[in-house]
């Protein structure tokens, strides 16, 4: 293992320990397939899973293999009308799992993240059961003010320019703390604690996963 891996293993596991002292467990996996593996272990075949969009979840492979899997699978984006959207929205807040990255995490084990209609932070912070986030550690910051920091000019103008927004960052690839009319910096949300021993689980892998 070089020392790049090894240091970012040992940094992992900094941020494990700090994850239990705020009653959330943390899993560090070199690899994204061998993550992938081993959250598809921990969930039962036939679970309810809803998940929040992320790039993460997809590219990590999770997304194709619970497709594939014994699972019901609550995704609101093959929703064709507002109403069936708002229905499976509904379903999705009393899945047994719920999948998600976050934007950022610190060494501290804090979870940031910013959210446009706010469904996402809104399952992470009551509702499903169980929520496994896939974190890459290119989203790991050193402190709060940094990880937002984070989010705004790493996150969010990428995220702006995949969903083709009509916002500032999109064209310049920096945050302008705009609010224009289709802003999806709307609400922040840090988890500095879980309520819940045993709901949130943060799974972080030794790769670049989404934005």
């Known amino acids: 293992m070089s020392h790049k891996l090894t240091a970012m293993a040992k940094q992992a596991d900094t941020i494990i320990k700090n994850l239990a002292k705020r009653n959330m467990e943390g899993f560090y996996f070199e690899t994204a397939a061998e993550c992938t593996q081993a959250i598809l272990e921990a969930m039962p075949a036939g679970s ?65 993240n910013i959210d446009g209609n706010g469904n996402r932070v809104a399952c992470l912070i009551q509702g499903p059961s169980h929520v496994i986030l896939v974190v890459g550690m290119n989203k790991v910051a050193t402190d709060i003010e940094s990880g937002i920091a984070r989010v705004r000019n790493i996150a969010s103008p990428a995220n702006a320019i995949r969903l083709n927004k009509n916002i500032p960052c999109a064209a310049t690839g920096t945050c302008h703390n705009c609010l224009a009319p289709e802003c999806f910096c709307n609400q922040i949300v840090i988890t500095r604690r879980s309520g819940h021993t045993g709901r949130i ?7 670049s996963l989404g934005y």
């Open 201 to 207: 689980k943060v799974y972080l892998v030794g790769e």
């Open 48 to 112: 309810a899973i809803g998940w929040g969009g992320s790039e993460s979840i997809k590219e990590c492979g999770l997304m194709e293999a619970i497709h594939n899997g014994d699972y019901e699978l609550i995704d609101r984006f093959a929703a064709k009308t507002p109403e069936e959207s708002r229905a499976l929205y509904a379903k999705t807040v009393l899945a047994d799992y719920y999948l998600m990255s976050s934007n950022a995490i610190t060494l501290e084990g804090e979870l940031i």
